[in-house]
Nanobody, 127 residues
């Protein structure tokens, strides 16, 4: 069983920054892609960013392009989401997810493209 441990959420003022981290524990895979999603109250979970195993390919949702950056450190078995210029509308629970098998970036932008999910970490941006 794979568990994803997220950290780095919290309360920040508009215009500020946060860096989320996510590390899988338990069973690991030789290669996997990872993604970040978020869900605001009353809204559906939405895709934010994804990264392939090598880190050579990334994908971003339009609302976060230019503000959020996904990266990974395979030596530390950790993926990051650097969030800059945060806005109140970024307030949500943020989730990381892992996909075991290689796929296109299009697949990585979908909820169904992932095999395991973290518990989520709350991000609150005050105005």
């Amino acid at each position: 069983q794979v568990q994803l441990v997220e950290s780095g959420g919290g309360l920040v003022q508009a215009g500020g920054s946060l860096r989320l981290s996510c590390a899988p524990s338990g069973r690991t895979f030789s290669s996997y892609a990872m993604g970040w999603f978020r869900q605001a109250p009353g809204k559906e979970r939405e895709f934010l960013a994804a990264i392939t195993w090598s880190g050579g390919r990334t994908a971003y949702a339009d609302p976060v392009k230019g503000r959020f950056t996904i990266s990974r450190d395979n030596a530390k078995n950790t993926v990051y989401l650097q969030m800059n210029s945060l806005k109140p509308e970024d307030t949500a629970v943020y989730y990381c997810a892992v996909r075991r098998l290689a796929s296109s970036l299009v697949v990585l932008t979908t909820l169904d493209g992932y095999d395991y999910w973290g518990q989520g970490t709350q991000v609150t941006v005050s105005s």
